[in-house]
């Protein structure tokens, strides 16, 4: 047997060497970028995965999927479509990018145009980095992350694309709350933690329990299809606690929608000029970069006669400037900052600001929020990695005690006004679970009422911006209203009356509560007649 062959049976390869590895998974699927951290149970540190042909480098995944063909499941993942230049194709139709933004969200802007459905494009890129790696690696716990903006519907996604997989247990963190802990911040510290994605920007104030001698947080476990591990688990339960936090639908992706538009006004844009257009944000980003120094990328488009981008640093900011982002920091902050001050939280009290997302990088929003935040220091760890990283310290028995981001209302009869109105029950920053339940008692408002209709709402907070698209560039528009109610998953519960109700009656004193799933619950009990209303679950209201 020659000596190279000896040498290969004695000391395994790392792919074999592998196969008895056992531990925890943690994604963190971008708008631009999906992250994959893997850690062994005997507690080395993270390793970033390397899943040839789908990373571009270890732990990174580009967030692409091609359709080869519109007639079977034939599709390519992440760095697959760059290495066969699929993503500088003019026909995107067969290729699903920035797909992120757009799950669970209740409308699909055309600005998306490929055949492949988001929540799709998304199962296909999990679905694919689980196979990669559970061949090799018994995966004990799965840890996802979700954005805050569309926490609700996103996590149902989540629940269903991984109904199917093998996995003892799998939890949900929101973005902020990772990146909370992924900094590496000492027990007892308060942040302000700001993550600036492709296609979203999250702001969340977060307290780490722990200091003086307390117990340190682990991580936040959210447990899927109601897996409770409450009571199950020996460990001491040890909380980090979210006081306040905010979203919205605009992301680095945008910003090259901007700048393309800006740079070529009269010409399409399309994957290629966006990519360009990236690489050219990203180099305007350098810290150390003169103001007035221009970088120029060229671009060649349908074979004909280069074209060149030209911006400098102070253009690019001016550009952010008039297009109104850095208005819509200012006001995610405020609205965090006064949903923390609901929870005993002024500015004065954090630690520390944490960046995290390829957006952080940009030294305007970091000078911005440098004025807005005075002298709290400023944290920037590695912007791809820093969320996975913090997700994947989860552990079971560990829990968040978080709070609501937009409040719940429910719709009932104003005996004085003689009129139905919105009443709000839980306000934004309401800690969850709650900790005794909120009563309401409703009366009748017609002459032999057979029913009380339940209807909940979320409130739209005033100040709040929402982003919608004209002629497919992002726009960003103020919510001027504060009474803006939005009915909450077209849902009316029906409780009979028996005996009917007469009007102005006390008929029904309702309990609410919001369990560990941050699912609202309602049980009630008849006025007149003692009769007791069995508990319902209005599900998630995150």
């Not at 063909?69 to 990018?97: A, C, H, M, P, W």
Request: aromatic content about 4%.
């Amino acid at each position: 047997m020659e000596p190279n062959k000896v040498n290969q049976l004695n000391n395994p390869s790392p792919i074999e060497q592998s196969e008895t590895e056992q531990g925890t998974l943690a994604i963190d699927l971008g708008s631009s970028n999906t992250v994959v951290v893997f850690q062994k149970e005997n507690g080395e540190p993270p390793q970033l995965l390397d899943l040839p042909p789908i990373t571009k480098r270890s732990g990174e995944i580009p967030s692409l999927i091609w359709q080869s063909s519109t007639k079977n499941d034939d599709f390519l993942v992440g760095q697959e479509v760059i290495y066969l230049n699929l993503d500088k194709k003019e026909r995107t139709e067969s290729l699903s990018q920035d797909f992120k933004r757009w799950i669970g969200s209740p409308k699909i802007n055309d600005i998306y145009n490929s055949i492949i459905p988001p929540e799709k494009a998304g199962e296909i890129l999990i679905n694919t980095i689980w196979e990669k790696v559970s061949r090799k690696r018994q995966i004990n716990r799965l840890v996802l992350t979700a954005p805050v903006e569309t926490y609700r519907a996103y996590r149902n996604w989540l629940i269903n694309v991984c109904d199917s997989l093998e996995v003892k247990e799998i939890a949900l963190v929101d973005e902020p709350t990772a990146a909370a802990l992924g900094a590496g911040l000492p027990p007892g510290s308060k942040l302000l933690v700001v993550d600036i994605g492709g296609s979203t920007i999250d702001m969340s104030i977060v307290a780490l329990e722990g200091g003086e001698g307390k117990a340190s947080p682990i991580a936040q476990l959210v447990r899927f299809d109601g897996n409770n591990l409450e009571g199950k688990s020996t460990q001491v339960l040890r909380t980090a606690k979210v006081l306040g936090k905010a979203g919205i639908r605009l992301g680095g992706r945008d910003i090259d929608r901007w700048i393309a538009h800006y740079l070529l006004p009269e010409i399409k844009q399309t994957n290629l000029i966006l990519n360009v257009v990236e690489e050219l944000k990203c180099d305007l980003s350098k810290g150390d970069l003169k103001e007035t120094k221009v970088i120029s990328k060229n671009l060649r488009i349908d074979s004909k006669e280069d074209i060149f981008l030209r911006l400098s640093k102070k253009g690019l900011e001016d550009l952010l400037i008039e297009r109104g982002l850095l208005k819509s920091i200012e006001s995610l902050f405020k609205n965090t900052i006064n949903a923390a001050r609901r929870n005993s939280c002024q500015l004065k009290d954090l630690d520390s600001i944490v960046l995290v997302g390829g957006g952080s990088q940009i030294p305007l929003i970091q000078k911005f929020l440098r004025n807005l935040c005075q002298t709290i220091p400023l944290i920037t760890p590695p912007p791809v990695e820093a969320i996975a990283l913090g997700a994947l310290m989860l552990t079971p028995g560990v829990k968040i005690r978080d709070v609501l981001n937009k409040g719940v209302s429910l719709k009932c009869w104003n005996k004085k006004n003689k009129k139905h109105i919105w009443h709000p029950l839980f306000f934004a920053g309401q800690p969850w679970p709650t900790i005794k339940p909120l009563e309401l008692i409703l009366a009748a408002s017609v002459e032999n009422q057979l029913n009380i209709d339940l209807i909940i709402g979320e409130p739209e907070e005033k100040g709040s911006h929402e982003i919608f698209y004209v002629n497919g560039l992002p726009t960003i528009n103020e919510i001027k209203s504060k009474d803006k109610i939005t009915q909450l998953n077209n849902m009316v519960i029906s409780i009979p009356l028996d005996p009917p109700g007469q009007i102005g009656q006390d008929c029904i004193k309702f309990r609410f509560t919001i369990n560990n799933n941050c699912e609202l619950q309602i049980e009630g009990i008849d006025l007149r007649n003692e009769n007791k209303i069995k508990t319902m679950n209005l599900g998630n209201i995150r």
